[in-house]
Nanobody
Framework: QVKVVEFGGGSVQPGESLTLSCETS????????MGWYRQPVGKERELVAS????????YVDSVKGRFTVSRDNAAKNAVYLQMNSISPEDTAVYYC?????????????WGQGTQVTVSS
């Protein structure tokens, strides 16, 4: 069974840093795109950052220069989101997603979501 599990949310103050992690497990053959979405309370879910199998990245304008997405294609098959210079506008539930081919076919998988709260 394929699983996607997130780690690393919490409460921070403006200007601080936080790293989110997302690890996959199961019989995985190929991982295509990995990334992060977020959903503030009362708003729609938006793409924050993504990284494809070649390492090409994409960011929403509001996090460019502050957030960095990376992936580990080795044993952990993980994706990370390094968040620097965090602001209250970054408060949201963050979800990782993984587009992969596994024993279950070609599908997108989502993490359970992790809360990031930014307040002084």
């Amino acid at each position: 069974q394929v699983k996607v599990v997130e780690f690393g949310g919490g409460s921070v103050q403006p200007g601080e840093s936080l790293t989110l992690s997302c690890e996959t497990s199961g019989r995985i053959y190929v991982i295509y795109t990995m990334g992060w979405y977020r959903q503030p309370v009362g708003k729609e879910r938006e793409l924050v950052a993504s990284i494809d199998s070649r390492g090409a990245t994409n960011y929403v304008d509001s996090v460019k220069g502050r957030f960095t997405v990376s992936r580990d294609n080795a044993a952990k098959n993980a994706v990370y989101l390094q968040m620097n210079s965090i602001s209250p506008e970054d408060t949201a539930v963050y979800y990782c997603y993984v587009h992969m081919r596994s024993e279950e076919g070609v599908k997108e998988y989502w993490g359970q979501g992790t809360q990031v709260t930014v307040s002084s």
